[in-house]
């Protein structure tokens, strides 16, 4: 079946550091895959997508890259902020290209 | 403000009533979704529309929800005899299916307290 799976719960990150966050997904027929930041108390808010025929895509100090081999996907936030702390979700689109199937996320946490 | 919005924020309400919540997707997107979220997971998909259309239902969706977009434009779900069960955030997004883009663009949420 369909899965998108995530490999930390928490990711705890100095300021400035680099960040990565990696995401598994099961269903190899995915060809588009979006990372989500989710503050406390607010919706999901779009940071960047990537689609299959793609193996990298960089945004404002955030990169994505897509292993297909393996059916991995990962983010990277360089210097990392306190503001950079949320959680985040990969999340893959299924059913024709309809619905969002989102992991369980995994909350960054930024020290000072 | 021309992102995503949704109404009410927060409700709490006791077991067996029932509850109505708007969602008011960005202008000219034709594509708005639902999706409900409980603590610690991610977003579930529950159902989409495509204008006016209601073409694809989660079975998470049972027989007491209900949602409409009579004018394909915001979209109001319904929660009928609400359980505790049902206590949740309740996420609607849209999308702009046209321009090669799938992005869908969450509102704030309403969260539904179910005592």
């Known amino acids: 079946g369909e899965s998108v799976g995530l490999h930390l719960p928490t990711l705890s990150v100095q300021e400035g550091d680099n960040s990565i966050i990696n995401c598994a997904y099961s269903?190899?027929?995915?060809?588009?895959f979006i990372w989500y930041k989710q503050e406390s108390g607010k919706g999901p808010q779009f940071i960047i997508d990537?689609?299959?025929?793609?193996d990298k895509r960089q945004g404002q100090r955030v990169t994505v890259l897509l292993n297909k081999t393996v059916k991995h996907l990962s983010l990277q936030i360089a210097a990392t902020q306190p503001g950079d702390s949320a959680v985040y979700f990969c999340?893959?689109?299924?059913?024709?290209?309809?619905?969002?199937?989102f992991g369980t996320g995994t909350q960054l946490k930024v020290e000072l | 403000d021309t992102g995503v919005s949704q109404d009410p924020r927060h409700k709490i309400t006791k077991r067996g009533q029932n509850v109505t919540f708007r969602c008011d997707p960005i202008?000219?997107?034709?594509?708005l979704y639902w999706y409900r979220q409980t603590l610690g997971q991610g977003p579930e998909f529950l159902t989409y529309?495509?204008?006016?259309?209601?073409?694809?239902k989660s079975r998470l969706l049972s027989d007491r929800f209900s949602a409409e977009r009579p004018k394909g434009s915001f979209s109001t779900l319904e929660i009928q005899r609400t359980e505790q069960g049902d206590s949740a955030m309740y996420l609607c997004?849209?999308?702009?299916?046209?321009?090669?883009?799938?992005?869908?663009?969450f509102g704030p949420g309403t969260r539904l307290t179910v005592l």
């Open positions: 997004a849209s999308s702009f299916d046209g321009r090669g883009s799938d992005t869908q663009y």
């Open positions: 269903n190899s027929a995915s060809d588009y």
């Open positions: 990537i689609r299959s025929n793609m």
């Open positions: 999340a893959e689109l299924t059913g024709g290209g309809n619905k969002l199937t």
């Open positions: 202008s000219e997107h034709n594509r």
């Open positions: 529309f495509q204008n006016e259309a209601q073409l694809e």
